[in-house]
């Protein structure tokens, strides 16, 4: 039987078994809405409570200040909008990075249209944003800076703590896209200055459709969902009870492990990236070498086209991603690969391997030994590649 090999965590995970077993109940016999009085109902209520506190002390934050929402999309759309929102009278200049994620980098351009000014900070060629930068860029009328924790990526991890310290001394409010960082980097809010905070379930071993925004006692934030009195009336709809319970049982396991699995995806993700470097020339690690997610590999390999190689590595049965969105319809190679100062034909031929719990070095080592000749005959149908270079 062919073995499938996902190496394309940073986009999905699988559901955790511990995630689905503390789910199933909630889809059988507690399934009450939790906004009723009887028994089943209180049951979802009181899960939902311990499910906040237990997302509050992964990332050093008080449970009050954990709202559930329907994805990590969500979460960055609320933080950033309702911000805005809560705020234009002090002002209308946003801050954030030419790497974010689009639900970041969308979510300013609309407000760009409503009213808003948006400067867009630039990163160095390791993919980070320089604090220097960020001094410059803030004005009296900033009102909230989003810099993302981590690149989904190229894995880059940016000096949060800092950026933070200069947006809250220039008087704004700072949001942060975690997605990617929650469960494999420490996070303290407290200690880091954060104002808000976004996370995903998916990305950490909990199923689609269930995010979380962490919003520090006292930050000035529109509604963004109107409805019901849920979420302590700042995020109407019922509670996605099973969801919410899986977040809050991925996130807990995730920081008791956190130490251990950095370790062993850091040694998987460091072999990958050394074979590569030592089995095929022509080709460059995209990225900050150290200051990188622990699972993170992103290389671009010359005279190849990225989507040819996602299609020869699927046959092989090793799913990953590209540096390019071809697949989507955009022939536009990735913004971020852009960002970091690669040409267009490079970044053309870039590969996301993300590493995640379930991989093993086995995994690693077939993908090091399949990819020298895929990306060999690739190539060699290439009339730009000349072997004698
Ligand atoms: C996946 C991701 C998101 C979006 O989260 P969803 O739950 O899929 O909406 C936002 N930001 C980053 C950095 C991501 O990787």
């Known amino acids: 039987m062919k073995q499938n090999i996902y190496f394309d965590n940073a986009a999905t995970t699988a559901v955790r078994k511990e995630v689905f077993a503390a789910m199933k109940p909630f889809f059988e016999r507690e399934f009450g809405n939790p906004s009723s009085v009887y028994e089943i109902a209180r049951n979802a209520k009181r899960h939902i409570e311990d499910a906040r506190l237990k997302v509050a002390k992964a990332i050093g934050a008080e449970p009050e200040e954990i709202y559930f929402t329907g994805s990590g999309t969500e979460a960055d759309n609320w933080a950033i909008k309702g911000a805005a929102d809560a ?24 407000l760009e249209k409503n009213g808003f000014d948006v400067t867009y900070l630039p990163v160095n060629e390791h993919g980070i944003i320089e604090p220097e930068e960020l001094k410059k860029a803030m004005r009296p009328e900033t009102i909230v800076v989003s810099l993302m924790f981590a690149n989904n990526e190229i ?48 990305k950490l071993g909990a199923p689609k459709g269930v995010g979380a925004l962490y919003i520090k006692k006292g930050t000035k934030i529109e509604q963004f969902i109107h409805g019901g009195g849920q979420e302590r009336r700042k995020r109407g709809g019922t509670e996605n009870v099973a969801g919410i319970v899986g977040l809050a049982v991925a996130v807990e396991l995730a920081s008791v492990e956190i130490e251990d699995e950095r370790k062993r995806l850091e040694f998987l993700r460091d072999k990958l990236i050394k074979g590569i470097e030592e089995k095929i020339p022509h080709i460059r690690v995209n990225g900050h070498r150290e200051k990188r997610l622990p699972g993170n590999v992103n290389v671009s390999f010359e005279f190849i086209e990225g989507e040819s190689l996602l299609l020869h590595l699927d046959m092989s049965g090793i799913f990953a991603s590209s540096g390019s969105a071809c697949t989507s319809g955009d022939l536009d190679p990735s913004h971020v690969l852009l960002a970091i100062g690669l040409p267009h034909e490079i970044a053309h031929g870039s590969l996301r391997l993300t590493v995640g719990r379930d991989n093993t070095e086995s995994d690693v080592d077939k993908v090091l030994e399949v990819l020298p000749g895929i990306v060999q005959r690739l190539r060699d149908m290439s009339p730009l590649y000349n072997p004698e270079n």
């Open 155 to 202: 894995g880059t991890i940016q000096p949060i703590k800092e950026l933070a310290e200069i947006t809250k001394s220039g008087g704004a409010i700072f949001h942060t896209d975690a997605v990617q960082a929650v469960g494999h980097v420490e996070i303290d809010v407290k200690e880091m200055n954060i104002d808000m905070l976004a996370l995903s379930g998916h």
């Open 87 to 110: 705020n234009k009278n002090r002002g209308r200049h946003i801050i954030t990075s030419v790497i974010e994620h689009h639900a970041v980098l969308h979510t300013c351009e609309y």
